[in-house]
């Protein structure tokens, strides 16, 4: 075998995680992934897509080795195949965001919807949380957070948050997360908050955001 040989089956094998990721829908799943295993129905209720259609994709994922599975009783549990491929589709996003200006202008529209809601960033998240001034929100589904949580939240799922109000303290400004800037229940969260006259704010980064701020700082 010759070198050029080698290469082309190199690039072809490479050319398969291409193919993986040419749907809008499936980057979307992995993106869902990306905070923890979740069921096919899951998947489906979080996509808008059918059961049958998200199970068609995590196949081609499943096919390029993107995402495993394992069955819970009557369900069929995905997740990732490793950590190394959040990192992928986080890097996806930010060279997206660098390269195309349409993607830049759908994510300020995004943040225009959302101007009046106050937001903190990750270094003041850090001081304040250092100094014990917030309480950090981990609005995600119970799921998410038991996966990975920004170390010192609390979990109350946007569904349950209504209900638990009285637990929140009285004297500490809270600050709400989910899954990052597209995601809107810290907005939620925060809107309900300062409805019944709570300090609350929104942190729009993620998870992975956290994670790699830490990175930096050390």
Request: glycine share 4%.
């Amino acid at each position: 075998m010759d070198a050029r040989y080698l290469k082309d089956l190199l690039y072809q094998e490479y050319a398969r995680i291409g193919k993986s990721l040419s749907s809008p829908k499936r980057l979307e799943i992995l993106d869902l992934l990306s905070q923890g295993p979740k069921s096919v129905e899951t998947l489906s209720k979080s996509t808008g897509m059918s059961v049958a259609n998200v199970s068609q994709h995590l196949q081609t994922l499943n096919n390029a080795r993107m995402v495993k599975f394992n069955k819970a009783g009557n369900y069929v549990i995905y997740e990732l195949a490793d950590k190394v491929i959040a990192d992928f589709i986080n890097s996806l996003h930010k060279l997206s965001e660098k390269q195309f200006l349409q993607v830049q202008q759908i994510k300020q529209k995004f943040l225009n919807a959302n101007k009046e809601l106050e937001e903190v960033s990750l270094e003041e998240l850090n001081e304040r949380m250092e100094k014990g001034e917030v309480l950090l929100l981990d609005v995600r589904p119970k799921e998410e957070y038991e996966n990975a949580h920004i170390p010192g939240a609390v979990s109350i799922p946007m569904e349950e948050l209504k209900e638990k109000l009285d637990s929140l303290p009285a004297n500490r400004d809270v600050v709400a997360y989910c899954r990052g800037i597209y995601c809107l229940w810290s907005a939620e969260a925060v809107e309900l908050l300062r409805s019944q006259g709570i300090n609350a704010y929104r942190l729009e980064k993620s998870v992975q955001d956290w994670s790699e701020f830490q990175e930096h700082l050390n």
